[in-house]
Protein backbone atom coordinates (compact mmCIF):
# COMPACT_ATOMS: atom_id res chain seq x y z
CA UNK A 1 0.00 0.00 0.00
CA UNK A 2 1.35 3.50 -0.74
CA UNK A 3 -0.61 7.19 0.03
CA UNK A 4 -0.95 8.80 -3.80
CA UNK A 5 -3.03 11.76 -4.49
CA UNK A 6 -6.00 12.10 -6.50
CA UNK A 7 -3.35 13.53 -8.99
CA UNK A 8 -0.69 11.18 -9.05
CA UNK A 9 -3.47 8.28 -8.89
CA UNK A 10 -3.67 9.57 -12.40
CA UNK A 11 -0.39 9.90 -13.69
CA UNK A 12 0.39 6.49 -11.93
CA UNK A 13 -2.74 4.94 -14.00
CA UNK A 14 -1.47 7.01 -17.88
CA UNK A 15 1.62 5.13 -17.06
CA UNK A 16 1.07 2.12 -16.29
CA UNK A 17 -1.31 1.91 -19.33
CA UNK A 18 1.28 3.19 -21.32
CA UNK A 19 3.59 0.18 -19.97
CA UNK A 20 0.49 -2.32 -21.05
CA UNK A 21 -0.08 -1.25 -24.24
CA UNK A 22 2.13 0.51 -26.95
CA UNK A 23 -0.53 2.20 -28.96
CA UNK A 24 -1.87 3.88 -26.13
CA UNK A 25 -0.32 7.55 -26.17
CA UNK A 26 -0.22 11.00 -25.21
CA UNK A 27 -1.00 14.40 -26.55
CA UNK A 28 -1.89 18.03 -25.56
CA UNK A 29 -0.45 21.42 -24.29
CA UNK A 30 3.12 21.37 -22.42
CA UNK A 31 2.36 17.80 -21.38
CA UNK A 32 6.18 16.63 -22.50
CA UNK A 33 8.98 18.31 -21.29
CA UNK A 34 7.12 20.39 -19.04
CA UNK A 35 5.48 17.83 -17.37
CA UNK A 36 1.44 19.41 -17.55
CA UNK A 37 0.03 22.32 -15.94
CA UNK A 38 -0.37 20.74 -12.84
CA UNK A 39 2.23 18.24 -13.40
CA UNK A 40 -0.26 15.08 -14.06
CA UNK A 41 2.15 13.86 -17.12
CA UNK A 42 5.48 14.81 -14.77
CA UNK A 43 8.19 12.28 -15.52
CA UNK A 44 5.93 10.39 -18.56
CA UNK A 45 7.85 12.15 -21.48
CA UNK A 46 11.24 10.62 -20.11
CA UNK A 47 9.76 7.73 -19.43
CA UNK A 48 8.45 7.39 -23.04
CA UNK A 49 9.66 9.39 -25.44
CA UNK A 50 8.48 12.61 -27.78
CA UNK A 51 6.78 9.86 -29.88
CA UNK A 52 4.36 8.45 -27.35
CA UNK A 53 3.83 12.16 -25.48
CA UNK A 54 3.49 14.66 -27.71
CA UNK A 55 3.49 18.26 -27.23
CA UNK A 56 1.18 20.08 -29.07
CA UNK A 57 0.48 23.61 -30.11
CA UNK A 58 -2.21 25.62 -28.66
CA UNK A 59 -5.46 24.45 -30.51
CA UNK A 60 -7.57 22.15 -29.20
CA UNK A 61 -9.39 21.52 -32.17
CA UNK A 62 -6.03 19.83 -33.73
CA UNK A 63 -5.75 18.05 -30.49
CA UNK A 64 -8.89 16.93 -30.85
CA UNK A 65 -8.81 16.23 -34.51
CA UNK A 66 -5.48 14.42 -34.31
CA UNK A 67 -6.25 12.27 -31.81
CA UNK A 68 -9.54 10.86 -33.24
CA UNK A 69 -7.12 10.25 -36.27
CA UNK A 70 -4.98 7.73 -34.20
CA UNK A 71 -8.01 6.16 -32.74
CA UNK A 72 -9.66 5.22 -35.92
CA UNK A 73 -6.53 4.04 -37.22
CA UNK A 74 -6.62 1.53 -33.80
CA UNK A 75 -4.16 3.74 -31.79
CA UNK A 76 -5.26 4.34 -28.29
CA UNK A 77 -4.48 8.21 -27.59
CA UNK A 78 -4.98 10.14 -24.38
CA UNK A 79 -5.72 13.41 -25.16
CA UNK A 80 -5.07 16.07 -22.58
CA UNK A 81 -7.14 19.40 -22.07
CA UNK A 82 -5.08 21.95 -20.34
CA UNK A 83 -8.23 23.20 -19.09
CA UNK A 84 -11.44 21.53 -19.44
CA UNK A 85 -13.20 25.29 -20.14
CA UNK A 86 -11.41 25.01 -23.77
CA UNK A 87 -12.70 21.51 -24.67
CA UNK A 88 -15.28 23.34 -26.45
CA UNK A 89 -12.99 24.52 -28.45
CA UNK A 90 -12.99 20.65 -30.38
CA UNK A 91 -16.79 20.40 -29.62
CA UNK A 92 -17.28 19.77 -33.16
CA UNK A 93 -14.54 17.00 -33.79
CA UNK A 94 -16.31 14.95 -30.20
CA UNK A 95 -19.94 15.61 -31.12
CA UNK A 96 -20.20 14.91 -34.87
CA UNK A 97 -17.40 13.11 -35.45
CA UNK A 98 -16.04 11.13 -32.43
CA UNK A 99 -19.55 10.84 -30.86
CA UNK A 100 -21.16 9.33 -34.03
CA UNK A 101 -18.48 7.11 -35.46
CA UNK A 102 -19.71 3.62 -34.69
CA UNK A 103 -22.92 4.45 -35.41
CA UNK A 104 -22.02 6.15 -38.61
CA UNK A 105 -20.02 2.56 -39.43
CA UNK A 106 -22.93 0.28 -38.76
CA UNK A 107 -21.09 -0.71 -35.21
CA UNK A 108 -18.30 -1.53 -37.39
CA UNK A 109 -16.01 1.03 -36.49
CA UNK A 110 -14.37 2.31 -33.06
CA UNK A 111 -13.09 5.18 -31.57
CA UNK A 112 -11.21 3.78 -28.47
CA UNK A 113 -10.27 7.51 -27.35
CA UNK A 114 -10.01 9.25 -23.73
CA UNK A 115 -10.43 13.34 -23.98
CA UNK A 116 -8.77 14.26 -19.83
CA UNK A 117 -8.44 17.52 -17.88
CA UNK A 118 -9.07 19.75 -14.96
CA UNK A 119 -12.41 20.86 -14.29
CA UNK A 120 -14.19 23.19 -11.35
CA UNK A 121 -13.69 25.60 -9.14
CA UNK A 122 -12.45 26.53 -6.10
CA UNK A 123 -9.37 27.56 -6.70
CA UNK A 124 -10.46 31.12 -7.67
CA UNK A 125 -9.83 30.66 -11.25
CA UNK A 126 -12.06 32.42 -13.06
CA UNK A 127 -14.18 32.66 -15.87
CA UNK A 128 -11.69 30.91 -18.36
CA UNK A 129 -10.38 28.34 -15.58
CA UNK A 130 -13.22 27.11 -13.90
CA UNK A 131 -16.08 25.99 -15.59
CA UNK A 132 -18.10 22.61 -15.46
CA UNK A 133 -18.72 21.65 -18.84
CA UNK A 134 -19.62 18.08 -17.97
CA UNK A 135 -23.49 18.42 -19.02
CA UNK A 136 -22.23 19.87 -22.54
CA UNK A 137 -21.40 16.10 -23.27
CA UNK A 138 -23.66 13.83 -21.18
CA UNK A 139 -26.29 14.09 -23.29
CA UNK A 140 -25.01 12.99 -26.30
CA UNK A 141 -25.31 9.60 -27.73
CA UNK A 142 -22.10 7.72 -28.05
CA UNK A 143 -19.56 9.45 -25.33
CA UNK A 144 -19.22 8.31 -22.23
CA UNK A 145 -18.61 11.10 -19.42
CA UNK A 146 -16.65 10.16 -16.10
CA UNK A 147 -16.04 12.16 -12.95
CA UNK A 148 -14.53 10.45 -10.23
CA UNK A 149 -13.99 11.78 -6.81
CA UNK A 150 -11.49 9.75 -4.76
CA UNK A 151 -7.80 8.88 -6.11
CA UNK A 152 -8.95 5.08 -6.31
CA UNK A 153 -11.14 6.37 -8.83
CA UNK A 154 -9.36 8.85 -10.37
CA UNK A 155 -6.85 5.75 -11.71
CA UNK A 156 -9.28 3.16 -11.76
CA UNK A 157 -11.94 4.33 -14.00
CA UNK A 158 -8.96 6.39 -16.07
CA UNK A 159 -7.43 2.44 -16.81
CA UNK A 160 -11.17 1.38 -18.11
CA UNK A 161 -11.70 4.92 -19.90
CA UNK A 162 -8.13 3.88 -21.96
CA UNK A 163 -9.12 0.41 -22.45
CA UNK A 164 -12.78 0.81 -23.63
CA UNK A 165 -13.74 1.17 -27.29
CA UNK A 166 -15.73 4.00 -27.02
CA UNK A 167 -15.06 7.90 -26.56
CA UNK A 168 -14.77 9.23 -22.91
CA UNK A 169 -14.64 12.37 -21.29
CA UNK A 170 -12.99 12.22 -18.38
CA UNK A 171 -13.24 15.02 -15.54
CA UNK A 172 -10.43 15.40 -13.06
CA UNK A 173 -11.42 18.58 -10.07
CA UNK A 174 -8.86 20.71 -10.12
CA UNK A 175 -9.41 20.64 -6.53
CA UNK A 176 -9.07 17.64 -5.68
CA UNK A 177 -5.70 16.65 -7.52
CA UNK A 178 -3.14 17.08 -4.13
CA UNK A 179 -5.95 17.49 -1.42
CA UNK A 180 -7.34 14.03 -1.60
CA UNK A 181 -5.15 10.95 -0.37
CA UNK A 182 -5.62 7.78 -0.33
CA UNK A 183 -3.75 4.25 0.35
CA UNK A 184 -3.67 2.68 -3.02
CA UNK A 185 -2.89 -1.27 -2.97
CA UNK A 186 0.38 -1.88 -5.20
CA UNK A 187 -1.78 -4.14 -7.37
CA UNK A 188 -3.89 -3.16 -10.49
CA UNK A 189 -7.17 -1.22 -10.16
CA UNK A 190 -9.75 -1.01 -12.75
CA UNK A 191 -13.19 0.40 -11.92
CA UNK A 192 -15.32 -0.36 -14.23
CA UNK A 193 -17.60 2.50 -16.11
CA UNK A 194 -20.98 3.01 -15.77
CA UNK A 195 -21.28 1.80 -11.53
CA UNK A 196 -22.04 4.78 -9.04
CA UNK A 197 -20.75 4.03 -5.67
CA UNK A 198 -22.25 4.55 -1.89
CA UNK A 199 -19.67 6.61 -0.53
CA UNK A 200 -21.60 6.59 2.99
CA UNK A 201 -24.77 4.57 4.27
CA UNK A 202 -27.80 6.01 5.60
CA UNK A 203 -31.74 5.38 5.93
CA UNK A 204 -32.95 9.28 6.22
CA UNK A 205 -32.17 11.05 3.25
CA UNK A 206 -29.96 10.35 0.06
CA UNK A 207 -27.20 12.81 -0.84
CA UNK A 208 -26.50 11.79 -4.67
CA UNK A 209 -23.55 14.03 -6.35
CA UNK A 210 -20.41 13.63 -8.42
CA UNK A 211 -16.55 15.15 -8.00
CA UNK A 212 -15.40 17.68 -5.35
CA UNK A 213 -19.15 18.00 -4.04
CA UNK A 214 -19.31 14.09 -2.69
CA UNK A 215 -16.44 15.42 0.16
CA UNK A 216 -19.15 18.32 0.88
CA UNK A 217 -21.49 15.63 1.10
CA UNK A 218 -20.22 13.34 3.66
CA UNK A 219 -18.90 16.35 5.31
CA UNK A 220 -22.46 17.36 5.92
CA UNK A 221 -23.41 13.57 6.57
CA UNK A 222 -21.11 13.75 9.51
CA UNK A 223 -22.31 17.22 10.78
CA UNK A 224 -26.13 15.67 10.47
CA UNK A 225 -24.90 12.20 12.35
CA UNK A 226 -24.52 14.60 15.16
CA UNK A 227 -27.79 15.60 15.12
CA UNK A 228 -28.93 12.05 15.17
CA UNK A 229 -29.80 12.06 11.08
CA UNK A 230 -28.38 9.24 8.85
CA UNK A 231 -27.87 10.26 5.66
CA UNK A 232 -26.94 8.05 2.69
CA UNK A 233 -24.07 9.73 -0.17
CA UNK A 234 -24.41 8.51 -3.62
CA UNK A 235 -21.10 9.12 -5.50
CA UNK A 236 -22.51 8.69 -9.51
CA UNK A 237 -18.89 8.72 -10.73
CA UNK A 238 -20.30 7.76 -14.07
CA UNK A 239 -22.93 10.85 -15.69
CA UNK A 240 -23.01 8.59 -19.04
CA UNK A 241 -24.07 6.13 -18.68
CA UNK A 242 -25.91 7.23 -15.75
CA UNK A 243 -26.22 4.72 -12.77
CA UNK A 244 -30.44 4.45 -12.82
CA UNK A 245 -30.48 1.15 -10.52
CA UNK A 246 -28.50 2.99 -8.12
CA UNK A 247 -30.38 5.96 -7.91
CA UNK A 248 -33.28 4.07 -7.68
CA UNK A 249 -31.99 1.87 -4.73
CA UNK A 250 -30.90 4.91 -2.77
CA UNK A 251 -34.21 6.78 -3.30
CA UNK A 252 -36.02 3.63 -1.83
CA UNK A 253 -33.61 3.06 1.23
CA UNK A 254 -34.39 6.91 2.81
CA UNK A 255 -37.60 7.75 0.32
CA UNK A 256 -35.72 11.51 0.02
CA UNK A 257 -33.64 12.73 -2.18
CA UNK A 258 -30.85 15.61 -2.64
CA UNK A 259 -28.91 16.39 -5.23
CA UNK A 260 -25.52 18.18 -5.27
CA UNK A 261 -23.09 19.27 -7.71
CA UNK A 262 -21.14 22.10 -8.50
CA UNK A 263 -22.89 22.71 -12.48
CA UNK A 264 -25.09 25.33 -12.73
CA UNK A 265 -28.60 24.30 -11.85
CA UNK A 266 -30.10 24.80 -15.00
CA UNK A 267 -30.23 21.67 -17.69
CA UNK A 268 -27.30 20.40 -15.38
CA UNK A 269 -26.88 16.73 -14.28
CA UNK A 270 -29.15 16.86 -11.45
CA UNK A 271 -31.91 18.32 -13.49
CA UNK A 272 -31.82 14.62 -15.25
CA UNK A 273 -31.30 12.58 -12.30
CA UNK A 274 -34.46 14.79 -10.35
CA UNK A 275 -36.55 13.82 -14.06
CA UNK A 276 -35.79 10.05 -13.46
CA UNK A 277 -36.34 10.22 -9.76
CA UNK A 278 -39.64 12.07 -10.27
CA UNK A 279 -40.58 9.37 -13.27
CA UNK A 280 -39.72 6.22 -11.73
CA UNK A 281 -39.39 6.79 -8.05
CA UNK A 282 -42.02 8.78 -6.88
CA UNK A 283 -44.23 6.51 -4.83
CA UNK A 284 -41.17 6.20 -2.76
CA UNK A 285 -40.54 9.50 -1.91
CA UNK A 286 -41.79 11.45 1.12
CA UNK A 287 -40.47 15.00 0.00
CA UNK A 288 -40.02 16.72 -3.13
CA UNK A 289 -36.56 16.79 -5.01
CA UNK A 290 -34.21 19.35 -4.17
CA UNK A 291 -30.77 20.67 -5.18
CA UNK A 292 -27.80 22.38 -4.37
CA UNK A 293 -25.98 23.63 -7.34
CA UNK A 294 -24.00 26.22 -8.76
CA UNK A 295 -26.05 30.14 -9.53
CA UNK A 296 -26.63 30.25 -13.04
CA UNK A 297 -24.30 32.48 -13.95
CA UNK A 298 -20.79 33.03 -14.69
CA UNK A 299 -18.05 31.85 -12.38
CA UNK A 300 -16.19 34.62 -10.50
CA UNK A 301 -12.60 35.48 -9.59
CA UNK A 302 -13.68 37.71 -6.34
CA UNK A 303 -13.02 34.48 -3.42
CA UNK A 304 -16.32 36.03 -2.11
CA UNK A 305 -18.52 35.67 -4.74
CA UNK A 306 -17.10 32.34 -6.01
CA UNK A 307 -18.21 31.42 -2.52
CA UNK A 308 -21.51 33.15 -3.01
CA UNK A 309 -22.23 31.07 -6.60
CA UNK A 310 -20.57 27.99 -5.77
CA UNK A 311 -22.33 25.38 -3.44
CA UNK A 312 -20.78 24.80 0.24
CA UNK A 313 -21.50 22.40 3.08
CA UNK A 314 -23.59 24.87 4.55
CA UNK A 315 -25.69 25.72 1.71
CA UNK A 316 -25.83 21.81 1.61
CA UNK A 317 -26.82 21.49 5.07
CA UNK A 318 -29.54 23.93 4.55
CA UNK A 319 -31.21 21.84 2.19
CA UNK A 320 -31.39 18.89 3.67
CA UNK A 321 -32.84 19.92 7.20
CA UNK A 322 -35.52 21.70 4.99
CA UNK A 323 -35.86 18.24 3.33
CA UNK A 324 -35.65 16.15 6.17
CA UNK A 325 -38.62 18.51 7.91
CA UNK A 326 -41.26 18.12 5.13
Not at 121 to 133: E, I
Request: proline share 5%; net charge negative; charged share 25%.
Amino acid sequence: MAVVTYLKAIGDGLREEMERDENVFLLGEDIGVLGGAFKVTDGLFSRFGPERVIDTPISEELIVGAAVGAAVMGMRPVAEMQFMDFISCGFDQIVNMAATLRYRHGGEARCPLVIRGPSGAYVHGGLFHSQNTESWFAGVPGLKVVYPATARDAKGLLKAAIRDDDPVIFYEHKFLYRRIKEDLPDEEIVTPIGFARVAREGTDLSMISYGATVWMCLEAAEILAKEGVSAEVLDLRTLAPLDRPAIRATVGRTNKCLIVHEDHRTLGIGAEVAAFVAEECFDQLDGPVLRVCSEDTHYAFSPTLEDFILPSTEKILTKARALLAW
